[in-house]
């Protein structure tokens, strides 16, 4: 009977504290939870600015003509101007495979184009230098102004479906790549999730990756585009001159096993 008792005592007081205590416990959980629509923290983005272990910079030393005038491309240190004329590229001294790579830039003219090759083919790049063609065989991370798709928009009327300027990945060529959603209607083209790209004597911030042949693109701090199963999957960097004037600095690159 006395343990009978007790029991009883205990679960009433046990029931009686747990009765006080949920509207207390579920006042402050309603105070602390966020409303569904009120406005979230932005979450600090990811700035890969290419300093740290196995780092470099890149210059002009690190990189050959291919198939350019001798004044097409200039340095200062680790800063490239690129003329525009005539469209074709440079390339660095050797292959490689795996690798990061940081760059910032900018056009100078109203629609510009420009780009960064990754895993430029050998074939391709003997080809160029041959006076064959103009641009190389690999994958394209294209480096696109503004202008360019406001001019399509003004000749066609409607928005670009095939393009944009935000960070476009792609292969050339005979070259391959599985793109990341979203795809342009070919299904080559990996179209970026972010428009993210600032106009015109604005720097832009790329961090590319590449690595056993998937590779990601991050546009200002943000990544929006990519693909995997690339073929090739080694080869040659190369810079892009196509039409316009444009700047390159800071440019820095990592090597990967």
Not at 52 to 63: C, E, K, P, T, V
Not at 170 to 184: D, L, N, Y
Request: aromatic share 10%.
């Amino acid at each position: 009977m006395k343990v009978f008792h007790n029991y009883k005592s205990v679960n009433f007081f046990g029931v009686l504290a747990i009765g006080l205590l949920l509207p207390m416990t579920n006042g402050l959980s309603g105070e602390q939870a966020v409303a569904p629509d009120a406005p979230q923290p932005e979450l600090k983005k990811a700035f890969i600015d290419g300093v740290g272990q196995g780092w470099r910079a890149l210059s002009g030393n690190d990189f050959v003509n291919v198939n350019c005038k001798p004044g097409t491309w200039t340095w200062k240190g680790g800063h490239a101007f690129c003329t525009g004329d005539p469209v074709g590229v440079i390339r660095m001294k050797h292959p490689i495979k795996n690798f990061e790579m940081v760059c910032e830039w900018m056009h100078k003219k109203h629609a510009g184009n420009s780009g960064v090759f990754a895993w430029a083919s050998q074939v391709s790049i003997d080809k160029l230098a041959a006076g064959r063609g103009n641009l190389p065989d690999g994958i394209e991370f294209q480096v696109l102004d503004l202008g360019y798709e406001t001019n399509w928009q003004k000749k066609k009327g409607k928005p670009s479906n095939w393009f944009t300027s935000h960070g476009d990945v792609f292969p050339t060529g005979p070259a391959k790549m599985k793109p990341f959603m979203p795809v342009a209607p070919n299904g080559k083209r990996s179209f970026p999730t972010k428009r993210l790209t600032k106009g015109i004597n604005k720097w832009n911030h790329y961090y590319i990756r590449a690595i056993n042949g998937e590779v990601r693109l991050w546009v200002n701090g943000e990544e929006v585009s990519g693909g995997t199963a690339c073929d090739p999957a080694e080869g040659y960097l190369c810079l892009e001159s196509e039409g316009s004037p444009v700047e390159f600095k800071n440019m820095r690159i990592r090597l990967l096993p």
